[in-house]
């Protein structure tokens, strides 16, 4: 798609002379002058194209889309985690709209990830919902992985619940236990792998955004009552969850050096969704299904694989809806609708 800005006809986020279209100083696009004051290609080359994938415009487009296509107007989203679409299986009226009809948005390419939306009502409350996410591994930039977070936000989302499939690496923690998350370890971050990274737009949120409280502690502490009524309280924890770029499982030393750093789950995932969440203003509560031990020692016989990961989100596909439910019940207490 064409059009005009700041002088310059850009397709697709592009300029075609120039190279990728960046905020400027002057707004979006580059001024041509290729001064100071523009931030086109010729002037910021040396920066990944990565972190120029969507503009405001681009979210506002795919949200307008998704608008335009649903009669719902979801204040809670959801992103199901791997083996955890099921989640979704509870809305009722459900519509469901393909990832490959969405304009600007990633495909699944993960089993367990269907890749579609479902949006639909869960204790009469409209919500949005992933049954699929994206993973660095997957080979979509960082920022592409997390952009259904800003299309959530366009659309009216303030609250979402981030599901993810972890390792357990706190020895206390049993295969079907739940984790509350309560704080994060950015390893990807630390290399410099962050969805915010390059040009901010000031329209999607600060440049400087602080994560510190990123998971909400009302929603935590609810969490954790919730369990107890529900009556799984010993399988309930609350704990740090960190994300590797993953495809591979870590090795024994890799896990060492996390227990020591006091991570309780490993994942791929949900990290960069949050910060971009927090960067939006939207209010964050997530959890793990902890889906296999994380394994310490080198005399063990057994490795992590995808299908046992697969499998325990299947064994656990009814608590976990009971959980997600009562969550939402909460929230719209709370103030969502
Ligand atoms: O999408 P999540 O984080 O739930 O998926 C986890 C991490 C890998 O994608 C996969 C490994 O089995 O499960």
Known sequence: MSRKMNGCTVTNGY????????????GFGCNNDHSASCNCYKRTRYMDIDCQSYTYEDIRETSGFLLQKTKYRPEIGIICGSGLGSLAESLTEKQYIP????????VS????????????????????CMQG??????????????????????IGVNYLIA??????LNESYNVGDIVVIKDHVNFMGFAGVNPLRGPNDERFGPRFPAVSKAYNAELR????????????????HEGVYTCLGGPNFETIA????????????????????????????????????????????????????HEEVMETAKNKEDVLKEFVSRMVQHIQKIGGK
């Open 15 to 26: 300029n075609l002379e120039n190279g990728p279209c960046l905020p400027s100083k002057n």
């Open 99 to 106: 990832y490959k009809e969405v304009p600007h948005f990633p």
């Open 109 to 128: 390419t993960v089993k367990g990830h269907v890749g579609q939306l479902v949006f639909g009502m869960l204790q009469g409350v409209p919500i949005m």
């Open 133 to 154: 996410r994206f993973h660095y591994y997957e080979g979509y930039p960082i920022c592409k992985c997390a952009m259904p977070v800003r299309v959530m936000k366009m």
């Open 163 to 168: 599901t993810n499939a972890a390792g357990g």
């Open 221 to 236: 502490a609810a969490a954790l009552k919730i369990g107890k009524e529900m009556g799984i309280q010993n399988s309930l």
């Open 254 to 305: 890799e896990l060492a050096a996390m227990k020591v750093l006091g991570i309780d789950a490993v994942g791929m995932s949900t990290v960069h969704e949050v910060i971009v969440a927090c960067h939006s203003g939207i209010t964050v509560f997530a959890f793990s299904l902890i889906t296999n031990k994380c394994l310490t020692t080198y005399d063990d016989d057994d490795v992590a694989n």
